[in-house]
């Protein structure tokens, strides 16, 4: 099994990047990197509801471009279900 790498479920890691932003010990730069690779995967999987806890907990900053498009693409996939 040595030399072989898997690879985690994409939320795992994302959970794992929050955790280490919570987390005294870590880098200010680090936390810059960690920061930016959560908010691309947040709006890359349209997670509006938990980018604005991360907003309100002032783990992230506010883009309110970003928020709107994750909110319009998630009505809009409600609406299609809606009509199923």
Not at 21 to 48: C, G, H, S, W, Y
Not at 55 to 75: C, E, F, H, P
């Amino acid at each position: 099994m040595e030399g072989e790498e898997g690879t985690q479920q994409p939320q795992l890691v994302l959970a794992h990047k929050l955790f280490l932003l919570t987390q005294n010990d870590v880098d200010d730069i680090e936390k810059v990197r960690l920061r930016d690779e959560v908010f691309n995967f947040i709006v890359a999987n349209d997670m509006a509801p938990l980018y604005e806890i991360l907003v309100g907990n002032k783990v992230l900053n506010l883009d309110q471009k970003a928020l709107d498009s994750m909110r319009s693409k998630i009505d809009d996939e409600l609406k299609k279900l809606d009509e199923k």
